[in-house]
Nanobody
Framework: QVQLVESGGGLVQAGGSLRLSCAASGRTYGSFAMGWFRQAPGEEREGVSC????????IYADSVKGRFTISRDNAKNTVYLQMNSLKPEDTAIYYC??????????????????????WGQGTQVTVSS
């Protein structure tokens, strides 16, 4: 079993930055690909980014490319999402999730009915204009 706890959300002005963290418990964390998702009110859940188990491969949604960076520290069982140049449309609840596969699926697959195996409770990010 893997438990995920997100932190780092908050209120920020447009153009600002936030760094989200996702702390994982469980000995098998290092073998899982880790993803970040977000869901805005009235919208469907959206894949944001994924990092492979080794950290050697990452993918991003087009809407965040060049602004967000995903990373992981397997020694600390933590995955991060550095968010720069934030926009009001980035406002959402952000969730981290663990996939038992060590490799990231394609972003289109993340946005389909493909289900990650473990989910955090989410952290709110609000970007004011």
């Amino acid at each position: 079993q893997v438990q995920l706890v997100e932190s780092g959300g908050g209120l920020v002005q447009a153009g600002g930055s936030l760094r989200l963290s996702c702390a994982a418990s469980g000995r098998t964390y290092g073998s899982f690909a880790m993803g970040w998702f977000r869901q805005a009110p009235g919208e469907e859940r959206e894949g944001v980014s994924c990092i492979s188990a080794s950290g050697s491969s990452t993918i991003y949604a087009d809407s965040v490319k060049g602004r967000f960076t995903i990373s992981r520290d397997n020694a600390k069982n933590t995955v991060y999402l550095q968010m720069n140049s934030l926009k009001p449309e980035d406002t959402a609840i952000y969730y981290c999730a663990a996939d038992k596969s060590p490799r990231c699926v394609a972003m289109a697959t993340m946005n389909s009915k493909y289900e990650y195996d473990y989910w955090g409770q989410g952290t709110q990010v609000t970007v004011s204009s």
